[in-house]
């Protein structure tokens, strides 16, 4: 099945910084989520973002298919940002196969 | 529009006894799919359902199986609990099957004693 790496495992921001976190796939995909796990368990989804490039606020994702690879950028960051970053992409019909996450960790 | 429930939120079993857990969609989605979370193993597959009709299944013993009614509401039951069954259980809809954007509820957490 389809591999997703996701870097760094954990990553420590004082509060404003900004941060950067990957997203590799190893086959061609045509459903990409990012999502934000909270320290209670909710998972909220960021982004849908197959291909290209989209802006929420102060987040940003862009996905480059043909590469495979999604960024997810985080700017000014607040300590509501803590938590664990999850990509899950998806092929065909087929279900969402997750990364084993970036836990973020932004300090005051 | 309310989002994705859950219900329970927690539950303690011990081994050899059953589960059954409930989710309800967000109105007007007909796709639940449910996850198993663990520290050790991440987030992985159960099952899929859309129009009360099982579309895909993760790698799971017989031990794991689901359901979705007509109204879209899904249970997933576990049937003679292990301790290695421990673990959050999230649930997510989505408008049509899981290739759409997916909304989770807040989980489960099932301990097994």
């Known amino acids: 099945g389809i591999q997703v790496e996701q870097s760094p495992p954990d990553l420590i921001l004082q509060e404003g910084a900004n941060s950067t976190l990957r997203c590799n796939f190893s086959?061609?995909?045509?459903?990409l989520q990012w999502f934000h796990q909270n320290p209670w368990g909710q998972l909220i989804n960021l982004f849908y973002?197959?291909?290209g490039t989209k802006q929420n606020g102060r987040l940003s994702a862009t996905t480059v298919a043909t590469e495979r690879y999604s960024l997810l950028y985080i700017s000014s960051s607040q300590t509501t940002d803590s938590g664990v970053y999850f990509c899950?992409?998806?092929?065909?019909?087929?279900?969402?196969?997750f990364g084993k996450g970036t836990m973020l960790l932004v300090s005051p | 529009k309310a989002g994705v429930t859950q219900t329970p939120r927690y539950l303690i079993k011990t081994r050899g006894q059953q589960v059954t857990l409930s989710c309800s969609p967000i109105?007007?989605?007909?796709?639940v799919s449910w996850y198993q979370q663990t520290p050790g193993q991440g987030l992985q597959f159960l099952f899929e359902?859309?129009?009360?009709?099982?579309?895909n299944k993760g790698n799971f013993p017989g031990r794991f199986s689901g359901r979705q009614f007509s109204n879209s509401r899904s249970e997933m039951n576990v049937s003679t609990l292990e301790l290695g069954d421990s673990a959050l259980y999230l649930c997510?809809?989505?408008?049509?099957?899981?290739?759409?954007?997916?909304?989770f509820g807040p989980g489960t957490r099932l301990t097994v004693l």
């Open positions: 997510a809809s989505s408008f049509r099957l899981a290739r759409d954007t997916q909304y």
């Open positions: 086959d061609s995909v045509n459903n």
């Open positions: 973002i197959p291909s």
């Open positions: 899950a992409v998806g092929t065909g019909y087929s279900t969402l196969t």
């Open positions: 109105s007007g989605h007909r796709s």
């Open positions: 359902y859309f129009s009360e009709t099982q579309r």
